[in-house]
């Protein structure tokens, strides 16, 4: 049985905005889809290691349609950057990522 994930695909849109230090602020878009979490093989890994690379997760998404080049995936408060994606011959998209940072979650101290 193939278990199916809430994953959060994420891409930024530049704002007419700047902050204080003068830099566009960009507005993050998150679209939520489903997909299933897939380990990154031996072999995968080091010949990802041989260019410098450090893959750790791939995200398998049943229609490439969900998909839009976004650059990072937000998986269980953990985000992580596409490194890179392919798409096999029956219109899945897989999306292998590295990173592995823990999102900020905010929590509300009560005294």
């Not at 690379?53 to 969900?66: A, C, M, Q």
Request: proline letters at 2%; charged letters at 25%.
């Amino acid at each position: 049985m193939q278990m199916w994930n809430a994953i959060e695909l994420i891409d930024y849109d530049e704002t007419t905005n700047v902050d204080s230090y003068g830099d566009v602020v960009l507005t993050e878009n998150r679209t939520k889809v489903y997909a299933q979490c897939k380990s990154i093989s031996q072999t995968e890994f080091y010949q990802a290691q041989t260019s410098g690379l450090k893959p750790e997760i791939k995200f398998v998404l049943t229609t490439s349609r969900d998909y839009n080049g976004q650059e990072e995936v937000v998986f269980n408060n953990i985000r992580y950057k596409v490194l890179k994606t392919f798409i096999p011959s029956d219109d899945s998209i897989e999306i292998t990522c590295y990173g592995g940072v823990r999102e900020n979650v905010s929590t509300e101290n009560s005294h």
